[in-house]
T-cell receptor, first 114, second 113 residues
């Protein structure tokens, strides 16, 4: 069985500061990993995904994540936060295969201070 | 390309009443998922369909929840009777066999009073 741990429930950064959202996973087989963003009253939008190709994955809106097998981590970063980045972020894991089910972490709320 | 459509967007009912949600996936996506997202938690898979067959319903409370996907396109999720703890956002997602990643609809926010 797979699982995802997102430590902490809330991260606050200043506009222009580095964003770092942590995600650690547990999987008995090489996984696929995802980051989703959820804006208020909206569904989940895929930010980026790792599917066993390059370990550094670039996504939309300037976000990127690095897969580190030795640390079982897939942390999400953005060099400079923008006010529009304020949202809830979910890390998720699945088995390989396009139709494998996603197992989500509990999410992290990102606040951006002016 | 049209996204995943869901209706209604919001629903308020009293406990013990029934409610149904509708989902229309992205055209051509054979796999459809229903997730339950309770406030403060990540989404949890309730049921997965491949075309009109059930692939995984291990976390669906079958005494009160039911889902169907007639003709392998649209799907409905029903709760009967509803309990207070069913208050959540119900998300529908779809995927194709060729593109990795699920596409989510806007969700239906259910409040049970």
């Amino acid at each position: 069985a797979q699982s995802v741990t997102q430590l902490g429930s809330h991260v606050s950064v200043s506009e222009g500061a580095l964003v770092l959202l942590r995600c650690n996973y547990s999987s008995s087989v090489p996984p696929y990993l995802f980051w989703y963003v959820q804006y208020p009253n909206q569904g989940l939008q895929l930010l980026l995904k790792y599917t066993s190709a390059a370990t550094l994955v670039k996504g939309i809106n300037g976000f990127e994540a690095e897969f580190k097998k030795s640390e079982t981590s897939f942390h999400l970063t953005k060099p400079s936060a923008h006010m529009s980045d304020a949202a809830e972020y979910f890390c998720a894991v699945s088995l390989t295969g396009a139709n494998s089910k996603l197992t989500f972490g509990k999410g992290i709320t990102l606040s951006v201070r002016p | 390309e049209a996204g995943v459509a869901q209706s209604p967007r919001y629903k308020i009912i009293e406990k013990r009443q029934s409610v149904a949600f509708w989902c229309n996936p992205i055209s051509g996506h054979a796999t459809l998922y229903w997730y339950q997202q309770i406030l403060g938690q990540g989404p949890k898979l309730l049921i997965q369909f491949q075309n009109n067959g059930v692939v995984d319903d291990s976390q669906l409370p079958k005494d009160r929840f039911s889902a169907e996907r007639l003709k392998g396109v649209d799907s409905t999720l029903k709760i009967q009777p509803a309990k207070l703890e069913d208050s959540a956002v119900y998300l529908c997602a779809s995927s194709s066999g060729t593109l990795i990643g699920k596409f989510f609809g806007p969700g239906t926010r259910l409040t049970v009073l």
